[in-house]
C-alpha cells in the first residue's frame, strides 16, 4: 500500500520556524512520489521506468492541497482508488 506523504511539524523544527509546514503547503510542489517494485540500487540519471499512471485527474498535489490547505477538495481528492481505505475514509468525513 502506499499513501501520499504529507510534510509534519518535524519539518518546523528544522527549520527553526513553525510556519515551515504551511509554507511548504502554500507552495504547492509537493514533489514526485514513487513506490519502489523491485530492490536495488539507482543513481543520478539512472533511468525510472513507470509502470503505471492512473487515468483519474487526482494528483499528489491536489491531495496535499486538500489536507493541508483547502478542506473543499477533500470530497474529490478521496475518489483516488489507489489511497489506503482509512485516508480516503477520513478525507470523505472531513469535508463534511
Known sequence: MS??????????LRFGDGRMVRHFAEAGRPGAYLRVVAEGEIGAGDEVEVLLRPAHDVTVALVSRAILLDTGLLAHAATAPALPPELA???????D
Do not use: F, I, Y
Not at 499513501?3 to 518546523?12: D, W
Open 3 to 12: 499513501q501520499p506523504r504529507l510534510p509534519c511539524a518535524k519539518l518546523g
Open 89 to 95: 475514509r477520513w478525507m470523505r468525513e472531513g469535508e
